[in-house]
């Protein structure tokens, strides 16, 4: 079976510190990867999705960039952070072949900015 | 307008109640309906994935889908206390593109 794992669980970082959150998953090849943000009482924000290595999209302009450096492997990362940054990060993936797939969701990063 | 409205509750009912969950769109192109469960401080989960309009159950949750009104619901049928959660409708037309509900707050009381 597939399984997504994101770390670390919480993070708390100085503003204008750099950042990467990682998120790996197993059991399955050519996923589509998502990071989102998500926001108290606001819903799921889409910040970057990638359809194959190297290969990503952006949908907010933001202090924030993506990366794939491998098949099941997703980074997100920025320079220096802004208390704005603060926020749930969750990284999602799903079937890349065969049409329209649910996306399957990590357990999420917990950033605070201070 | 918002393209997905979701009442965010908070919602509480006594345990074996009927919960009915609800979320409103405006994009009519949308085909991919999706009920996700997220407990505190963990990701969402699906729940229910159902495509065009209908019914679907799975065990005590029934998703239902009204295109014409552009309207779906969830129903959780003799609810449990490990059913609090908040509940994220989500819908797309394609695998990159979904848009969520802001999600409700279900407590169930024992």
């Known amino acids: 079976s597939q399984t997504i794992h994101q770390w670390p669980a919480t993070l708390v970082q100085p503003v204008g510190s750099p950042l990467s959150l990682e998120c790996t998953v197993e059991g399955t090849s050519n996923p589509n990867l998502y990071w989102y943000r998500q926001a108290a009482g606001r819903g799921l924000q889409l910040l970057f999705y990638s359809v194959g290595i190297g290969q990503i999209s952006s949908e907010v302009p933001q202090n924030l960039s993506a990366s794939r450096p491998q098949d099941r492997q997703f980074i997100l990362s920025s320079k220096k952070l802004l208390l704005s940054d603060s926020g749930f990060y969750l990284c999602?993936?799903?079937?890349?072949?065969?049409?329209?797939?649910?996306?399957?969701f990590g357990d999420g990063t917990r950033l605070s900015i201070l | 307008q918002k393209e997905v409205e979701q009442d965010p509750g908070p919602l509480s009912v006594p345990e074996g109640a009927i919960v009915s969950l609800n979320c409103t769109y405006s994009?009519?192109?949308?085909?991919?309906f999706m009920w996700y469960r997220q407990y505190s401080r963990k990701g969402p989960e699906l729940l229910m994935y159902t495509y065009s309009s209908g019914n679907k159950e799975d065990g005590r949750f029934t998703a239902q889908v009204d295109k014409s009104s552009k309207y779906i619901s969830l129903f959780i049928r003799d609810s449990q206390p490990s059913d609090s959660a908040t509940y994220l409708c989500a819908m797309s037309y394609n695998n990159n593109d979904m848009r969520f509900g802001a999600g409700t707050r279900l407590t169930v009381k024992p």
């Open positions: 994009n009519s192109a949308f085909q991919y």
């Open positions: 999602a993936w799903s079937g890349g072949v065969g049409g329209n797939q649910p996306q399957h």
